[in-house]
């Protein structure tokens, strides 16, 4: 039934609907996840983005494990299901990790709107949630079984991660940081791509954010100009590291569909570096260089 859906779906497809899906998936992607991080990191509340990142990873790295563990094929290998090649997406299908990835987002937009008061925020993120898991059903990247599984899988561990993070009170760098051997240790057990990408950005992160925190102290405060700027800078370093590396470090010529060992210690030393950079790297830089008021 679940395939049935699928090509139901796609009986729908037309150039409009086809751009429009192609568009909103893109919110699941890790892009929109790094970018959405460091603006809150470095203009708005730094324990509020760790609380979002630590849901994150956490769910990413969840995914990882959960695909390892049932290695169900993508529908679109399957004959009657419609796929653009550059809609494809590498790895298993269950669960949809652009639907987790909605999760947390509609999880931390309903969070942030109890504490703003601002119901907007929620219906935001409601509409992700909706659309997000749909799109990847209408690109005929996962089944439906896939996306709501995701989603409320994300949910769950989004509403577990941000209770266990305000327990932590003062001390969630501590705690962050004692959690780096776990996932050390699993990566000698998974070798899966996202694992090792998630587990990069999580221990860069975890590792900048208690050296910003002990060290940097950088108050995220100061005026609207001064906020561009520091996101225009920060975020075209990211970019400097997640895509430039690509052509210094020595990637196999099949790193993206087939990735050698070789080449997971690259794409984890290469997110390593942006979460380093994201907590505590960037912050470092707008203290000393781009002087507040």
């Not at 799109?135 to 991660?161: C, K, P």
Request: aromatic share 18%; no cysteine; glycine share 6%.
């Amino acid at each position: 039934m679940d395939l049935e859906i699928v090509k139901a779906l796609q009986l729908l497809r037309n150039p409009v609907l086809d751009w429009f899906f192609y568009i909103v998936t893109q919110i699941g992607d890790q892009y929109v996840f790094i970018a959405i991080a460091v603006i809150i990191y470095w203009t708005i509340d730094k324990k509020y983005a760790h609380m979002f990142v630590f849901a994150f990873m956490t769910s990413a790295i969840v995914n990882s494990s959960l695909k390892e563990i049932f290695k169900r094929q993508r529908p679109f290998y399957l004959e009657g299901v419609e796929s653009e090649e550059h809609w494809n997406t590498d790895g298993y299908s269950f669960p949809s990790g652009h639907a987790q990835a909605a999760g947390v987002l509609g999880y931390t937009a309903y969070d942030a709107s109890k504490k703003t008061k601002k119901n907007w925020i929620w219906y935001v993120g409601i509409a992700i949630m909706v659309l997000v898991p749909l799109s990847r059903v209408y690109l005929g990247q996962h089944y439906l079984s896939d996306v709501l599984v995701g989603v409320v899988l994300a949910f769950f561990i989004s509403h577990f991660t941000f209770k266990l993070v305000r327990n932590m009170k003062d001390k969630e760098h501590i705690y962050t940081v004692m959690l780096i051997p776990l996932f050390v240790i699993l990566l000698f057990f998974v070798k899966n791509h996202d694992l090792y990408i998630a587990a990069g950005g999580f221990i860069g992160f975890a590792s900048g954010y208690y050296i910003e925190k002990v060290y940097v102290k950088y108050d995220v405060k100061t005026t609207f100009w001064k906020q561009v700027l520091k996101l225009v800078i920060g975020l075209v370093i990211v970019l400097v590291i997640k895509e430039g590396l690509k052509f210094i470090l020595p990637y196999s010529a099949l790193e993206e569909t087939n990735p050698t060992t070789l080449d997971l210690f690259l794409d984890f030393f290469r997110y390593l570096m942006i979460g380093v950079w994201a907590a505590a790297g960037a912050p470092w830089v707008f203290k000393h260089v781009i002087k507040h008021r």
